[in-house]
Structures are given as C-alpha cells and as structure tokens.
C-alpha cells in the first residue's frame, strides 16, 4: 500500500496541506505537511486498546489560531533568544522579538509555519520523509536552510530524524513541541503520571525566562526528578525558580552514561500512567530538553471538542540551552551550523505497558 493521506485544508502560508496516516500494528500517528506538526499518536493500553497520547485540534484552523505551537516541530531556532538578538563571528542579527523584548520560537518565519513538500517516493505505510527551504530572512538568521524531516514507526514507538544544511554559517535549534497525556489526549489533567529525568542538572533562569547560564543541582529541589515521583508533587513549591515560570519550564542537562544509550541517542525522560499503564521513554541526541508543565496554554478546545487548559499534558523538548548563542564561555554547548556541515536532531519516542 502507498501513502495514505488526506487534504487537510491551507495552511499558514495559505498553500494546501495534507493528513498524513502512519500504521504498523502497534503504533498509530497522524502528521501534516504543514510545519511537519504531529496530530496525533496512538499506543496501546494496559487493555491493549489504542491511545492517543498528543494533544492537538481537530482542523487546521485551530492550529493556526493557537499560540501554543502544540505538536509542531519548531524551527529554526526554538525556545527564547534574549533580546532578538545575537552574535555570530562577529556580526549581530536583528529577530523578532514576540516575547517581551525576546524572541521566542524564531518569530513569523518559523519553519513551523511553513508547508513542506512530501517525498512520496521515500515515503510509506509506516515513515513520512518531508522537505522544505527555510530563506534567509533580512532581519532573520543569516543562510539558506534545506530541511529534511523522516517519521519513522519503530515496533513501539516514533523516531523522528531531521538534517539540514545552510549555505551559511548560522544557528540551528529545533526541538518537537509535543504536548503528552498519557491517560489520553482527553483526560484533561496530569493525575496518575509519574515521572523520572536522566538529569542531575537544570538551569537556573532569570525574569522573562532567559536562563542565567548557571547550572544548579537538582538534589534536594523541587527539580529533582532523578527517581519517579508523581510530575505536579512539588508543582506549588515557593521556589522562586517556580515562581519565575509559574511551574516548571526549564532546561535539564542529560546525563550521558553508556547505560542510557540507544544508538546515537540518550535517554532523556521516562514518563509513566497508572491509569493507561502506559510508560513512555524519549530519547534524543541534544545537550539538554526543556520539561514544561504547560503553565500558560490556553483554554481551547482540543480533538473532539475536548477542553484543554493549564496543565492538562506536559512536555518533554529536546534541545539546546534556551538562548545558548548568547552565553559566553565553552561551558554551554552553542547551536552553530557551520555552512555545508549537516545538523542532525533524533528524538526517539518509546512506548510500553
């Protein structure tokens, strides 16, 4: 069988878009052509019936009158750079600041925004290839990006492997913007979730979320995840880390051990549902990942006219330090794409009950 898909509507660029179908059995997901956002994702239960696990919105429209960037692939920078602004080799570059003074999930240029071309000839019932050129915007990052984004359906899970190359030497920070329930896109709260992090560091982060470029330990916090404990316990702690983010929106470093490694990939979190049964492992090949408790989402309606609002999934973004470009010092590793080298990020999503 080809590719099974549907038109979806138009985009945010106003080009049509298409619902792309991916099935192998065990593992069931939904993806578009419009920024390469995921829709959906379904696994199966402690019952052996299928969940979906990602929030999302029924239509396009929805998606482009959201702010929460829920599902998307954010590109080609995401998170915060402090004060629109940065230094490479010398030269400063201008961005949009969309967040305060800052610029957050690179503005309306982002590749999240635009339709990518499908690969029908690369794709099939169970992997998704799609291509786009991120321009050079005159008051954006310097080059020319060609993007290649691959969906892959593992036995039990989904690997998500995107390379790009500039014609220029720029900055490249892309991460999945996934918003997960594990009791189901429509369970509406985190209740019976636990969670455990492969991090015994965070950033510490100022007012307007900029991180400080220190990183603190997690023992003895409100951010140590280093065993399972339930994802809201300390939601209400009178750190003023938590206070600053209104709850936890932060960058964890991975731990990097041989134990913790699945091909060239590092496991990252490990989330679990006593109600699914469902656990989940994420994967990834980046310094770090920001752990958000969706602290501002919107109340909106999600698929099938559920209402999602604060806190109904988390998310698990692996990345970059937030505003890294900016940090002095070799200390934080610094998302520069050299022109012609290939930048690579793989997260793996991994699913059992």
């Not at 998606?63 to 629109?84: E, F, P």
């Not at 991180?211 to 916090?221: A, D, I, L, N």
């Not at 964890?252 to 990939?265: E, G, L, Q, Y």
């Not at 969706?294 to 970059?320: H, T, V, W």
Request: with cysteine.
């Amino acid at each position: 069988m080809g590719l099974k898909q549907v038109k979806w509507g138009t985009g945010f660029d106003s080009n049509p878009v298409s619902l792309i179908f991916l099935s192998n059995g065990n593992v069931e997901a939904e993806i578009s052509n419009c920024g390469g956002l995921i829709r959906s994702l379904k696994v199966k239960d402690c019952n052996g019936a299928f969940c979906d696990v990602i929030l999302g919105f029924d239509n396009v429209e929805a998606y482009k009158n959201s702010q929460s960037c829920m599902g998307m692939i954010v590109g080609r920078n995401c998170n915060r750079i402090m004060d629109a602004s940065f230094s490479l080799d010398g030269k400063e570059y201008s961005l949009v600041a969309n967040d305060g003074n800052n610029n957050l999930h690179t503005g309306p240029s982002a590749t999240q925004y635009q339709t990518f071309t499908i690969d029908e000839e690369q794709s099939s019932e169970t992997k998704l290839v799609l291509h786009a050129v991120n321009p050079e915007a005159e008051y954006g990052f310097p080059g020319n990006l060609s993007l290649t984004y691959t969906y892959s359906l593992t036995d039990n899970g989904l690997l998500i492997d995107i390379t790009g190359v500039s014609d220029k030497d720029t900055v490249i920070n892309m991460t999945s913007h996934a918003y997960f329930n594990l009791n189901g896109e429509d369970a509406r709260n985190l209740n019976w979730h636990t969670l455990e992090l492969n991090s015994e560091l965070y950033s510490e982060i100022k007012p307007r979320m900029i991180p400080t470029g220190r990183s603190c330990t997690v023992k003895g916090t409100c951010f140590d995840f280093t065993r399972p404990k339930p994802i809201l316990k300390d939601i209400f702690s009178d750190d003023m880390q938590m206070e600053i983010a209104n709850g936890y929106d932060h960058n964890f470093i991975i731990k990097k051990t041989a134990d913790k490694r699945k091909d060239d990939m590092f496991l990252a979190a490990t989330a679990s549902s006593d109600s699914s049964g469902i656990t989940m492992r994420i994967y990834a090949n980046t310094p770090g990942f920001q752990f958000y408790t969706a602290n501002y989402l919107e109340e909106k309606c999600g698929k099938g006219g559920i209402p999602y609002g604060r806190r109904s999934g988390f998310c698990i973004e692996p990345q970059y330090m937030p505003n890294a470009i900016n940090v002095e010092g070799d200390k934080v590793p610094k998302p520069i794409v050299r022109a012609g080298e290939t930048y690579n990020l793989k997260i793996l999503y991994e699913f059992n009950n």
